[in-house]
């Protein structure tokens, strides 16, 4: 049996997220995103690139710890 192939259709502010859930499902589709109301936008992309950022903490946590690691060895002349 072939693989299935689909299209989803959302908002255009979900479209990223939900083609990356897809591809993680391994599933071979395609994204649409119909248009969004003027009003609703500031508020939907930064729920958006909130969501990817919780998707994505150990990234975050991992280079935050990096860079104050750095910032430690950096002071190291001055705090101890």
Not at 15 to 41: E, H, N, P, Q, W
């Amino acid at each position: 049996m072939a693989s299935p192939q689909f299209l989803f259709v959302t908002n255009d502010y979900h479209v990223f997220r939900t083609s990356t859930y897809a591809r993680k499902l391994k599933m071979k589709g395609d994204g649409l995103g119909c248009r969004t109301a003027g009003y609703y936008i500031p508020s939907d992309f930064i729920r958006e690139f909130v969501a990817l950022c919780v998707k994505l903490k150990w990234l975050f946590v991992f280079f935050y710890g990096l860079l104050f690691l750095a910032l430690l060895l950096s002071y190291k002349g001055i705090l101890w």
